[in-house]
């Protein structure tokens, strides 16, 4: 879920897309532009997991 506050992430994420060239090498890249908000959230979530992920972890049900 992303806040309404978020707009620039919002307005930015349905045109986030692949780069078709690194996809066809096997690569995975995005295109670069118009991204930055995107990029500012990526760097908020990889930066703080450590505080967050054990509480997803937590939600999980027991692997049968």
């Known amino acids: 879920k992303v806040h309404e506050s978020c707009t620039g992430w919002r307005e930015e994420a ?3 897309v692949w ?9 995975d890249h995005p295109v ?3 991204d930055h ?22 939600q999980l049900p027991d692997a049968a």
């Open 37 to 58: 908000s995107l990029d500012g959230g990526g760097y908020g979530i990889y930066s703080t997991e450590w505080v967050w992920r054990h509480n997803l972890r937590d």
């Open 19 to 27: 780069d078709e060239k690194a996809a066809a090498k096997g690569e």
């Open 14 to 16: 349905p045109g986030y």
């Open 32 to 34: 670069k532009a118009g």
